[in-house]
């Protein structure tokens, strides 16, 4: 069984940094690539950051060089660094792990930012 569990979520106030992780289990994530989504409140969830099995990370571009995106294949880790949260950033923050045929989501953790 696959399992993606999100942690490193929480409150934080505008300005402050959080560090997510995603521990997976039932996969090896060096076979993926890894992702994080987010999904503000009466919004559609987007792509914030992925990084390839081969470690090239892309960004979206409301990220503007805050967030960093890393692997730790040893721990079967993915981590999301986040640096200068701004309160639109506040959403449920998802890990996603893709390869040809298999696509899999973790259940979420939230992180809010207060001005």
């Known amino acids: 069984q696959v399992q993606l569990v999100e942690s490193g979520g929480g409150l934080v106030q505008a300005g402050g940094s959080l560090r997510l992780s995603c521990a997976a289990s039932g996969i090896i994530i060096s076979a993926y690539t890894m992702a994080w989504y987010r999904q503000a409140p009466g919004k559609q969830r987007e792509l914030v950051a992925q990084?390839?099995?081969?470690?090239?990370?892309n960004y979206a571009a409301f990220v503007n060089s805050r967030f960093t995106i890393s692997r730790d294949n040893a721990k079967n880790t993915v981590i999301l660094q986040m640096n200068s949260l701004k309160s639109e950033d506040t959403a449920v923050y998802y890990c996603?792990?893709?390869?040809?045929?298999?696509?899999?989501w973790g259940q979420g953790t939230q992180v809010t930012v207060s001005s």
């Open positions: 996603y792990a893709r390869r040809i045929g298999f696509t899999y």
């Open positions: 990084i390839t099995a081969g470690s090239s990370p």
